[in-house]
C-alpha cells in the first residue's frame, strides 16, 4: 500500500540532517543518503573534515550543507533548525549520530561527576535537543523518520565504560517511547547499536594493537571490522520506504557480537568456546 502524503524516500529530494556528519559512520551515512539523492544537512565539530565531506559529496554530484559547530551547544542546534526551517521548510530525515565514550576513566569509582556530565551531553542530551528542534516541522509536514545511533554497549556490560552504556540505553529507550508517541504523526523512530566499526573513533588498527588479523575470526562470527558502509546502509534503510512497518526498534550492527556474547571462535577455526582460554 502507498501513503501519498507521507515524505517517500522514491519520490522526492529529502532533506536529511545528520549529526557528526562529516567522518565515520556519520560520514559514510550523509554520502550514501547523498548518492541515493537526497540533500544532506551535515552538523560536524570538525569543520575542514565537514567540508571535505560535502566536496566528495558534491564532486559525486550530491546536494550538502554544511552547518560546523559542537551539537552539545544549544546555539547550533538552534541555527541548525533555523537553516532547515528557511532552506527547506522542514526535516525529513533525522540521523543523531554523534556519541563518544572516550572521555572516560577506566573505573567509574575514581571518575569525576563532571565526566558523566560530558558524556551525558555527547551521548543523550544532543538527541533530545535537536529531536526537540525538529519535530514540529517533521510533525507539521506530516511525516518523517528518525534514526538514532546507540550501541551495542546499551545491551551487554561494558568494563570501564558503566557511564556511556547507560547514556546508550538511554537513547533505546528514547527511540522506543518516542516512536510509540510519534506513530500517529507517522514519524518512525528507530536505533542502530553498532559494535567494532572501523572509524575514526575505534581505528581498527589501534584495535588489533599489532595483533594477528587472523584473531578477529575468534573474536566475532563475520569475522572482520565493520566498515562505515555497513552501518550507512542500515541506516538509510531504516529511513526508507523499504522500512515503512519498523518502529521503536534499535536494529544491531554488530558483526554477530551480540549474538554470539561471551562465545569465542576456537584458535584452531575448529568450532567455539565460552572459555577463551581453550584452543
Ligand atoms: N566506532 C564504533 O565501533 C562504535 C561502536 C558503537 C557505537 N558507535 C556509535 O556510532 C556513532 C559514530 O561513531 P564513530 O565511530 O563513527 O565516531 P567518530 O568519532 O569516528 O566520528 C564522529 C563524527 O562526529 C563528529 N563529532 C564528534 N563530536 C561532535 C560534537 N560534539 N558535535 C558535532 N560533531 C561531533 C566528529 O567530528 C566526526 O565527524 C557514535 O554515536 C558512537 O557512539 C560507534
Same mark, same amino acid.
Given at each position: 500500500m502507498v501513503h501519498d502524503d507521507v515524505p517517500s524516500s522514491a519520490s522526492r529530494v529529502r532533506t536529511v540532517v545528520v549529526t557528526g556528519?562529516?567522518?565515520g559512520i556519520g560520514g559514510a551515512i550523509s554520502r550514501r543518503f547523498a548518492a541515493d539523492g537526497d540533500h544532506v544537512v551535515l552538523v560536524d565539530i570538525d569543520e575542514p573534515a565537514a567540508e571535505r565531506t560535502r566536496a566528495a559529496i558534491a564532486e559525486a554530484c550530491g546536494q550538502c550543507t554544511v552547518i560546523p559547530g559542537d551539537i552539545t551547544d544549544d546555539a547550533v542546534v538552534a541555527r541548525l533548525a533555523e537553516t532547515v526551517a528557511s532552506d527547506?521548510?522542514?526535516?525529513?530525515v533525522l540521523v543523531n549520530n554523534v556519541g563518544d565514550f572516550?572521555?572516560?576513566?577506566?573505573f567509574f569509582a575514581k571518575s569525576p561527576p563532571e565526566q558523566w556530565r560530558r558524556l551525558h551531553e555527547l551521548n543523550l542530551w544532543h538527541v533530545f535537543a535537536v529531536t526537540h528542534a525538529l519535530l514540529p516541522g517533521m510533525i507539521a509536514a506530516g511525516g518523517g523518520s528518525i534514526v538514532n545511533v546507540s550501541t551495542v554497549e546499551a545491551f551487554r556490560g561494558i568494563p570501564g565504560h558503566a557511564v556511556y552504556s547507560a547514556y546508550n540505553a538511554g537513547v533505546s529507550a528514547f527511540t522506543r517511547s518516542l516512536a510509540v508517541e510519534l506513530g500517529p504523526s507517522r514519524i518512525r523512530v528507530n536505533a542502530i547499536a553498532p559494535d567494532?566499526? =572501523?572509524? $575514526?573513533?575505534?581505528?581498527a588498527a589501534l584495535m588489533l594493537?599489532?595483533? =594477528?588479523? $587472523?584473531?578477529l575470526r575468534s573474536w566475532l562470527p563475520a569475522g572482520r571490522f565493520g566498515d562505515p558502509e555497513d552501518f550507512a546502509g542500515v541506516v538509510t534503510f531504516l529511513a526508507s520506504d523499504d522500512a515503512a512497518?519498523?518502529?521503536?526498534h534499535t536494529i544491531p550492527v554488530d558483526g554477530g557480537t551480540l549474538a554470539a556474547s561471551g562465545w569465542y571462535g576456537k584458535a584452531s577455526g575448529r568450532g567455539w568456546t565460552n572459555m577463551p582460554d581453550q584452543a
Open positions: 556528519g562529516a567522518l527547506h521548510g522542514h526535516a525529513d572516550r572521555p572516560a576513566k577506566a567494532l566499526a =572501523d572509524t $575514526e573513533q575505534t581505528p594493537a599489532g595483533r =594477528d588479523p $587472523e584473531l512497518f519498523i518502529t521503536g
